[in-house]
């Protein structure tokens, strides 16, 4: 009997990919970094390194260092800016003929996020937006030190900011959410109910590591931001949570480094996955995540990676 | 640039805590050009997390050699790797040194290696000597620092391919007592021309500071070659950036080699040896 090939296209609002595997913001560079490696052509999505109005130089170094099974990183969004982006990055970007998701923020104001989305709602090759509301290495505009208060710790402020950029972008607009809060299930229902089409989850844990021989902060603007497979049980959990509250699809990560580790995040209620530190120890992990699912799919009789989403057995 | 499994061919202790390691890395071994890198995975589990940047040292037909010092946890659980297993390596990686400099302007080349700094600057010598074919009157000059006699690597094999070697030791134990920047002091001191030199250096961030005060003095070219915690090795992360004149850049994609005019030497607490 003739096997069917297991189905692996998404959709993300009215966004289809043809598969779920994503790599994450920051974490794949432009994607030229990555074209000697992978057939780029092969990811569901890329979605890029935060964007800003403005360019921004970023932290000092020591920006990263390595923990158990993880890093601490705070580059504090070094990028060009939009205006060097549109020109010199996205070119690059629509070669390659993936779906691509432009990841935006702004330090200051939500006029900024507005005005960026404006920016990008006329470019054709742009997919969709995400909105980087959860970067934890921004430093707080009053005190000028690290960890400011982060619009995804506040359920008010991620539904005023959501609506307003809803309102000036027909793309697909994901909000990304934070790990660094009491409930990640209320700023999920507000992002939702403000009109977001999907979520991403999670971005970074504030943590901070100590050089205990000189007592120094290992990262140059103390506290940081964790990732790597450290995270991974916290991010299946939150992903978990908020799946059984939210109707709109979720894009899991954090601590994805092989295929076992990116179906628990389907299991758990993940429409589709990011990968995102992973890259950094594998360069073509996420093109053999995407045949590893395959793989797990047929071998399960499981037609489609739609029905493995939410399809965690709490019963024992 | 690849990813390669690269067969070890052979690991082996140099003296108390340095190591030089072999594998067979057909594909990077074709590209590399002298100053560029390896990432080495040092095994396939998450301890360590991050992959680990070497200078390529030498290269030899498919086979690339790299010269370690074991300084931490990862370099210590390299050193155990056996002859026969598989090493996950990417490279090369980075810009490399500007070598054709001191061929096409016919200026004799320096070399100033500060400890393991070392590593990179043979494979840049065998290089600058094959290019040179007999202008031997522009053969390598090589100064090695180290802080004691046993630390000095790779004297005997520069002067094999024709550099002519000094030594500068910390407590005076071989050659030269005193910092490999005094030495260069000195040497640049009896040359009529100083000018009629290229500089290439590597090894701590403060000797490289000091290397660049020198031959700024003198107007001299000089390439660096600068270390510094890296996550991704290839330019995605945006964690491994140094100051320049033009802001900042990526020590792992724009260097590690950069002209020493164009670093903004400030303070560094952390990184280099
Ligand atoms: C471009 C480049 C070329 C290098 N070439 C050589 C070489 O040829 N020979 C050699 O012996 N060493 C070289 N180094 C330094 C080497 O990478 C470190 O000694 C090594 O990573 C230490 O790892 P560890 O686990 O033993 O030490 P640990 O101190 O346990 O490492 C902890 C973390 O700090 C990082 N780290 C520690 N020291 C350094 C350092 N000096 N520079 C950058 N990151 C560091 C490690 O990569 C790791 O992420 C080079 C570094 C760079 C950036
Ligand atoms: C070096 C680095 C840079 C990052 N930069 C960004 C960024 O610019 N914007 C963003 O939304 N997330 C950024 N992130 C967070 C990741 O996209 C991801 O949410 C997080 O690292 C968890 O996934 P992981 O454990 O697979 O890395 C960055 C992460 C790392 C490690
Ligand atoms: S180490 Fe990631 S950009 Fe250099």
Known sequence: MLKRQAQLSVYIGTLKLKNPVMVASGTFGYAEEFKDYMDLKKLGAIVTKTVTLKPRQGNPVPRTCETPAGMLNSIGLENPGIDVFIDKKLPFFKKIGVPIIVSIAS??????????????????????????????????????????ALIAQDAQATQRLVKMVRKVTKKVLITKLSPN???????????????????????????????????????????????????????????????????????????ITDTESALEFFIAGASAISVGTGNFLNPKVSTEIIGGITQYLEKNNIRSIKKLTGSLLCQR | MHLEKATLLYNKPLGKNYFRLACNAAKIANDAVPG???????????????????????????????????????????????????????????????????????????????????????????????????????????????????????????????????????????????KVTDLLKQTLSTLDCPLSTALYACGPRPMLAEVSRISRKHGIFTQVSLEEHMACGIGACLGCVVKTKDGYKRVCKEGPVFNSEEIVWEKHTKGGR
């Open chain 1, 107 to 148: 330090e200051a104001s939500a006029e900024e996020f507005i005005a960026l989305a404006e920016r990008l709602d006329g470019i054709q090759e742009v997919s969709g937006l995400e909105l980087n509301i959860s970067c934890p290495n921004l430093k707080d505009a009053k005190s000028g030190r690290g960890s400011h």
């Open chain 1, 181 to 255: 809060v009491t409930s990640i299930t209320d700023i999920a229902e507000a992002a939702e109910d403000a009109g977001s089409d999907a979520l991403s989850l999670i971005n970074t844990l504030t943590a901070l590591c100590i050089d205990v021989k000189s007592r120094r902060p290992k990262i140059a603007t103390i506290t940081a931001g964790l990732s790597g497979p450290a995270i991974r049980p916290v991010a299946v959990r939150m992903v978990w949570e908020v799946y059984k509250r939210v109707k709109i699809p979720l894009i899991g990560m954090g601590g």
């Open chain 2, 36 to 178: 560029q890198f390896v990432s080495v995975k040092i095994n396939n589990t998450h301890e360590p997390f991050l992959r680990r940047p070497f200078g390529i040292h030498k290269v030899d037909g498919c086979r690339i050699e790299i010269l370690y010092e074991a300084v931490g946890e990862g370099t210590r659980l390299l050193s155990k790797n056996k002859q026969g297993s598989f090493l996950d390596i990417l490279g090369p990686l980075g810009n490399g040194y500007d070598y054709r400099y001191a061929l096409i302007r016919h200026k004799t080349p320096v070399l100033v290696a500060g400890g393991m700094g070392v590593a990179p600057l043979f494979f840049l010598a065998e290089k600058l000597v094959r290019s040179l074919g007999r202008k031997v009157r522009h053969s390598p000059r090589v100064l090695l620092g180290a802080k004691s006699k046993n630390q000095i690597l790779c004297e005997k094999e520069f002067k094999k391919i024709g550099c002519s070697v000094t030594i500068a030791t910390d407590n005076g134990s071989a050659g030269f007592k005193g």
